[in-house]
């Protein structure tokens, strides 16, 4: 299984503090995903890390990865509490026969933003 | 900004009914995906579709699930015989050529009784 898993599993900070989530996964990937869950909502697409690369910014965000440790970080600078959700890191694989890619998610970490 | 939409947002059902959730992916992607999230568990994979075929399916996705795409705009998830461990919010997804990400509904949530 390519399953990740995030730690923490629940973190609680102040608006302005970053916050940093961490996965690791079992297996070679062909990339890695960060996607954003709102309670009750679908999953939104964050940002996306090729094998290749070992640092991505957007905005407010960074991530990193370590493809020798098998793991993933996702910062979130000067939070805001409309950041608060649950934050998926998710493992791709690339379906050859057919097309399309596989994701396989983690546990999650649950970002509660305090005013 | 397109999105993939859901219907119903909740459905539910009878144990041993049929039910068919119901999407619409993104109108110019080409791969939909359907994934399912039990309550307090990881959002697990179940199929993905392309070309009018299945290009991949989990050890989930047996003979009680089917999927189909009925018209140019709909991707639908049938589930048969219908049983309590089926409970979860399901997810469709939709994405254009690799490595474009996944965009996903908000779920159904499927309650069987």
């Known amino acids: 299984s390519q399953q990740g898993e995030e730690d923490p599993q629940a973190l609680s900070i102040q608006e302005g503090e970053n916050a940093t989530m961490n996965c690791s996964y079992k297996t070679s990937i062909n990339n890695l995903q960060w996607y954003r869950q709102n309670s009750g909502r679908g999953l939104v697409h964050l940002i996306l890390?090729?094998?290749?690369?070992r640092e991505k910014h957007s905005g407010r965000l960074r991530v990193t990865l370590d493809t020798s440790k098998k793991s993933s970080s996702l910062l979130i600078t000067a939070s805001r509490a409309a950041d608060t959700a649950s934050y998926f890191c998710a493992t791709v694989y690339e379906i050859l026969t057919g097309g399309g890619n596989k994701l396989t998610f983690g546990t999650g970490t649950q970002l509660k933003v305090e005013l | 900004e397109p999105e993939v939409t859901q219907t119903p947002s909740h459905q539910v059902t009878q144990m041993g009914q049929e039910v068919i959730l119901r999407c619409v992916p993104i109108?110019?992607?080409?791969?939909f995906y359907w994934y399912r999230q039990i309550l307090g568990q990881k959002v697990e994979f179940l199929v993905s579709?392309?070309?009018?075929?299945?290009?991949?399916k989990s050890e989930i996705f047996d003979d009680q699930f089917s999927v189909e795409r009925p018209d140019g705009s709909n991707f639908t998830l049938k589930i048969r015989s219908t049983k309590l461990e089926d409970s979860a919010m399901y997810f469709c997804a939709s994405s254009g050529e690799w490595p474009q990400p996944q965009h996903f509904g908000d779920g159904t949530r499927l309650s069987i009784l």
């Open positions: 579709f392309y070309n009018n075929e299945i290009s991949e």
């Open positions: 109108s110019n992607h080409l791969y």
């Open positions: 890390i090729r094998s290749n690369e």
